[in-house]
């Protein structure tokens, strides 16, 4: 039997209620923040544990970047 890696995790960086929220993509809130680089640096020491990808949203909940981490997203 092989070693089993485990699953990459995926962020979402966005605005709400005037704050800005790092969640999972399934929806699970881990912080609110002041500033959009706040929820930015917090969402992305997440995503770097994990392995996954972050994802970054605008004030108009446009996507304004993705950032990939961990080798097992490119396997």
């Not at 990459?8 to 993509?25: A, C, G, Q």
């Amino acid at each position: 039997m092989g070693v089993s890696m485990p699953k990459p995790k995926d962020y979402v960086v966005e605005p709400r209620n005037s704050y800005w929220i790092l969640s999972s993509s399934k929806g699970k809130t881990f912080g609110r923040f002041l500033t959009q680089r706040q929820a930015i640096e917090a969402g992305s020491a997440r995503t770097v544990a994990a392995g996954g990808q972050l994802v970054i949203k605008k004030l108009d909940g446009t996507v304004q970047s993705k950032r990939v981490y961990g080798r097992e997203r490119f396997r």
